[in-house]
T-cell receptor, first 114, second 115 residues
């Protein structure tokens, strides 16, 4: 079946612009996660959605970052007034929370802020 | 603070040899651990997991060992193949009152398989 998909695969933007990154999780997965991965680094947790519960936003680095999940499926990560330090690969994952902890990752969106 | 770290950032092995990738964790409350493999330009891919009530789990060519006494996790890959070349991450689950399943990832180990 289809895995987690993300779009765009690559995004180049100018400093100060807003960007939106999209994640389509695996159908039926109630949990959705966003991570950030800088070059040669591990994964930094950003935000977690589980069903209709309030999202865990504890990993968002600043108030320029926000995310929403519509209809319990598709999620959008928005970065306002982008800065060069926002350049990274943004990964989305989904899982059957409550049944298994295993997270299935999408291919990521590579964001470059010039 | 809490952290998951790797002893060896880069591991180079000969094709056919066994590989051992190590990981240290600091949160004794972590109840679940996963190894992920990430190939260049792709998202992490699940390899194997282990719960804290176990000390060993085997998969196809891979074995994960958990030593809770010293908070150490290792991934063993038997008969390493060129296709195993990737960055390997360990991750631990922090059970925040059961409300959130949050994985904390280590920085990764690059496994380079020499032909």
């Amino acid at each position: 079946g289809a895995g987690v998909s993300q779009s765009p695969s690559n995004k180049v933007t100018e400093k100060g612009k807003d960007v939106e990154l999209r994640c389509d999780p695996i159908s039926g997965h109630t949990a959705l996660y966003w991570y950030r991965q800088s070059l040669g680094q591990g994964l930094e947790f950003l935000i977690y959605f589980q069903g209709n519960s309030a999202p865990d936003k504890s990993g968002l680095p600043s108030d320029r970052f926000s995310a929403e999940r519509t209809g319990g499926s598709v999620s959008t990560l928005t970065i306002q007034r982008t800065q060069q330090e926002d350049s990274a690969v943004y990964l989305c994952a989904s899982s059957l929370a409550g049944l298994t902890y295993e997270q299935y990752f999408g291919p990521g969106t590579r964001l470059t802020v010039t | 603070g809490e952290s998951v770290g790797l002893h060896l950032p880069t591991l180079s092995v000969q094709e056919g040899d066994n590989s051992i990738i190590n990981c240290a964790y600091s949160n004794s409350a972590s109840d679940y651990f996963i190894w992920y493999k990430q190939e260049s330009g792709k998202g992490p891919q699940f390899i194997i997991d282990i719960r804290s009530n176990m000390d060993k789990r085997q998969g196809q060519r891979v074995t994960v060992l958990l030593n809770k006494t010293v908070k150490h996790l290792s991934l063993q890959i038997a008969a390493t193949q060129p296709g195993d070349s990737a960055v390997y991450f360990c991750a631990e689950n922090h059970p925040y009152g059961g409300a959130t399943n949050k994985l904390i990832f280590g920085t990764g180990t690059l496994l380079a398989v020499q032909p």
